[in-house]
């Protein structure tokens, strides 16, 4: 008798207290969904594109109806281009194409990737500010960080000592960070953030304008050494804004919604804070994730793809001197994410999800 082969699951699915109980309860909707947070991450964004674009395409429009959308970095980014325009599975393919066709010169200065990032964004978001600030169901939520201190400075020694000390202070206990930086979220007008009170460091936000739109854009992926920071966004309180992801890599937040939270990620675990990357121990708070449904490739989907693993900012220094070789990694895995968004609908519209999620 022949073997029959299937296919290993290219997903790995993850779910709250309280989101695994309402699930096996009954079968999750798009109208059960109204938050949706966007991690920071860099070019892994562009392994999970075709999981947005199934979710942002396909499946929450069944259910049109007003959602946040809150991200740092490449979530904010990925949540602009879908929020952008009526067709949101050209504008991630776009912010796919254009991510994947930037390059970088050995020694590259902050301020050339920063020059360089502002024109992705005009490139991406230009002239469709006022649809992503009028966009009839979606709310965006841009997180920042305002640096205090040295992590003011973007002279490299000064920078570089304020990070050090930052690190240092993470190790000892998160709440240490509060020192060196404070969380802006800078959401949209027509409703508040999507979570409870912040107290764990403190915060500020900020109403979403045509004026501060692309600026908050930049700050959310500011990475430190990386790119520049920047200066006052507009209706912000003075200061230097950095990447969100330093404080809110995976954004474990106290959300507040009604409903079930969808989190397509590119892992199936959440890390509080950029810093807390190599501290097994630090992960989400199983409160603050109780309403989560996590949506993540699986391990078997990642051994499948080019390098093993989605695209990462390493790549720029893997493929040092071979750009094409790169891009033509990052194509593949793009591609590939198609399947990622197929197993989704799948799931969802044969009932099966409940039957392979697990406890987050």
Known sequence: MTAIHTRAPALTIRA??????????????????????????G???????????????DWLPRAPQERSLIGSSIGSWRFAAVASSDKPKEQLARLAELYTSQRFAKGVSPAEVSRKSVLFL????GGREDYILNHPWYRLNVVVVRSRGMLEHDTRGRLSLGLMNAISANMV??????????????????????????????????????????SALLASASI?????????????????????????????????????????????????????????????????????VLVAPSKDY????????LPDRKDFEKYLNDDDGRERSWRKAIAESDRLGDEFLELTESGKLADVIRPL
């Open 16 to 41: 709250g207290r309280r989101a695994l109980e309402r699930l096996k309860a009954r079968p999750l909707t798009p109208a059960d969904v109204h938050v949706v947070p966007g991690a920071a991450g």
């Open 173 to 214: 206990s998160r709440r240490h960070l509060g020192r060196f930086m404070e969380r802006g979220i800078i959401h949209d007008a027509r409703l508040k953030a999507p979570v409870a009170k912040l107290v764990d460091f403190p915060s500020h936000e900020v109403a979403l304008t045509r004026d501060n739109l692309l």
């Open 302 to 309: 990642l051994e499948s793809l080019p390098d093993r693993k």
């Open 224 to 292: 430190p050494m990386v790119m520049a920071g920047v200066r006052n966004i507009p209706g912000a309180p003075e200061g230097v804004y950095r990447d969100g992801g330093l404080l809110d890599y995976h954004l474990d937040l106290p959300y507040e919604q009604p409903g079930v939270i969808l989190y397509p990620h590119f892992t199936d675990k959440v890390v509080p804070g950029w810093f807390d990357k190599t501290l097994p121990w630090r992960r989400g708070d199983a409160t603050r994730l109780q309403d989560v």
């Open 122 to 125: 005009e490139e991406l978001l």
């Open 43 to 57: 070019p892994k964004a562009l392994g999970i594109s075709g999981l947005d674009k199934a979710i942002f395409g």
